[in-house]
Every structure is written in C-alpha cells, then in structure tokens.
C-alpha cells in the first residue's frame, strides 16, 4: 500500500548469502511487524518491533522511527527461508507492504 | 496448537451460492480481522472489529458481512458468490488499539466456479 513501501520487490540469493529487506512508512507508527508468508501460503510472525533492534536466528531486524523506515536482515540463507516477506503497521488497520519475493537457491 | 482457527481450509462454492467463512481466536484477544488476498497479491483489508463491533470496513460490497455471535468469533458471510470472489481469506487478530500485535489464521482458500 502507500503507507508502506518495500524495497526490493523480489530477490533471488545464493544459499549462505546474506541480504537487508526495507520497509519505508509514509504514516508514524511506533511499532513495526514483519512476516513471512511461506510457499504454502501461512503467515508467519517473525518480529514485532518498537524502536530498536531484536535478532532471532539468523534474522535481524531494526526499526528507526525517528526516520521511518526498517530492516529485516537475513544472514546465511537457506532454502527453507524462501517465500515473501511482508512488514506491516498497526494503526487501527494492519497496512501491508506490498512484500519482497525471497527465492533461495541452492 | 494453531490459535486463530479458520474453516474450513478449502471452500469450492458455485457462482451466485452464499457461504460462511468461519474465524475463532483462543489468544484473549478483543480485536478481529478480516483480509482478502488474490492469487500472487498482497493482503487486502476487508473488515475491523473490536469488542464485537465494527470499526472499520473497506470491502465496498454488501455481500460481505461479518458476524460476530462471541467476542472470540468473527465470521464472514459472503452472499452470491462471483467467480472474481476467489481469493484467499485471512481472519486475524489482536488486543484492541493500535501498534499492538497482529497473529492470523492460516486462511480458508475460496474458490467460486
């Protein structure tokens, strides 16, 4: 949506390489989530964030809310982290971005 | 255990027919959601409760109405159906307000023939 922009719109990355998705909000929110729907179509929670950092496996991600925008970083990505990440805000409504498409090769 | 339950998971349902899209949540939570997404499209919202009442509503048809019979319910009934109805629905849900956090359903996969 426009209240949520995310960059890259896909993505294809070697297994065991890392990348950083971005989520830019065009709306003040103090929280952030991120989620990966998975091949099978199932949303999954990864993060829900305030201002800050928080890391869980080799996922990693910050949210700057003075400027508006957050990471999702993926360090050594495997197969199984393929799918399409959406980050999301909560402002009465869920606004979604419109995801990045993961595709791990092997 | 899954926490927010929607059935059923498939729904085959023919053109002009009505169905009930079932939500139940056992996470305490006293917002519900309803969302819609297309084959390959992000999530479209649908519909906003809290404490069983309606607070927001971006569906521009009235052949979707929701139903609220428990405050742990939210189910969506979806009147003549049309083929362009099929869409994968998601209930979701969370404590009532914004920035609080959103868990969803795993999505009842209508298709209208």
């Known amino acids: 949506g426009d209240q949520v922009k995310q960059s890259p719109s896909a993505l294809s990355l070697q297994e065991g390489t890392n990348s950083a998705l971005r989520c830019n909000f065009s709306?003040?929110?103090?929280?952030v989530q991120w989620f990966l729907q998975n091949p099978r179509g199932s949303l999954m929670n990864l993060f829900y964030?305030?201002?800050g950092t928080k890391e869980n496996g080799r996922l990693k991600s910050t949210f700057n809310s003075k400027e508006s925008y957050s990471t999702l970083h993926i360090r050594d990505a495997q197969l199984e982290d393929s799918g399409t990440y959406f980050c999301?805000?909560?402002?009465?409504?869920?606004?979604f971005g419109d995801g990045t498409q993961l595709v791990v090769k092997p | 255990d899954p926490k927010i339950i929607q059935k059923p998971k498939y729904l085959v349902a023919v053109t002009g027919s009505e169905k009930i899209l079932i939500c139940e949540q056992y996470?305490?939570?006293?917002?519900m959601y309803w969302y819609r997404q297309s084959a390959k499209k992000p999530l479209e919202f649908m519909f906003s409760?809290?404490?069983?009442?309606?607070?927001d509503n971006q569906t521009a048809s009235s052949r979707f109405q929701p139903q609220s019979s428990k405050k742990n319910h939210l189910d969506l009934q979806i009147t003549a159906l049309k083929p362009d109805d099929s869409a994968t629905y998601f209930c979701?849900?969370?404590?009532?307000?914004?920035?609080?956090?959103?868990?969803f359903g795993k999505g009842t996969r209508l298709t209208v023939v």
């Open positions: 979701a849900s969370s404590q009532e307000g914004t920035d609080t956090e959103v868990f």
């Open positions: 709306i003040a929110t103090t929280t």
């Open positions: 964030l305030v201002p």
């Open positions: 999301a805000l909560n402002n009465n409504r869920i606004f």
């Open positions: 996470l305490g939570h006293n917002a």
């Open positions: 409760y809290s404490y069983q009442k309606l607070m």
